[in-house]
C-alpha cells in the first residue's frame, strides 16, 4: 500500500474558500479517478513561520503502479483545477509506503 501525501500550506484571504473546493470538489475528484481508496485530510497544528494555514491530505492507493497510473491519466487535469488559487498556496508531495499498520 501506498499513501501519497499532499501538505499544503494555504494563504488565510483565501483558506474558507479553498477549504470547501477541497472537501467539495478536489478530494471526491480525487477518488473519482478510482486510484485511490480512501483519503484523510487533517489540518498541521504546528504555526509556519511564514504563516498561511497547513494542511496534510493523505490519499491511499493500493500499489505504487495505481499511483504512476493517476500521474499519467490523471495528475496534470486535477492539479490544474486549482487556477482559482495560484499563487496562494503551496504544495509539497511525498510517496511513503505503509509498513505496518496495527
Known amino acids: 500500500m501506498i499513501i501519497y501525501n499532499v501538505t499544503l500550506n494555504v494563504q ?13 470538489e478536489h478530494i471526491p475528484d480525487m477518488l473519482n479517478t478510482k486510484k485511490f481508496t480512501k ?8 504555526q509556519e513561520p511564514m504563516g498561511g494555514i497547513t494542511y496534510s491530505v493523505q490519499y ?5 503502479e495505481m499511483l504512476e497510473s493517476y500521474y499519467e491519466e490523471n495528475a496534470e487535469e486535477l492539479r ?3 487556477k482559482a488559487f495560484d499563487g ?14 496495527q
Open 12 to 24: 488565510e484571504d483565501i483558506h474558507d474558500n479553498w477549504l470547501k473546493w477541497m472537501k467539495d
Open 39 to 46: 483519503a484523510l485530510m487533517t489540518r498541521v497544528m504546528v
Open 60 to 64: 491511499t492507493s493500493e500499489s505504487k
Open 80 to 82: 490544474s483545477k486549482s
Open 88 to 101: 496562494k498556496f503551496v504544495a509539497f508531495r511525498t510517496e511513503l509506503e505503509v509498513i505496518t499498520e
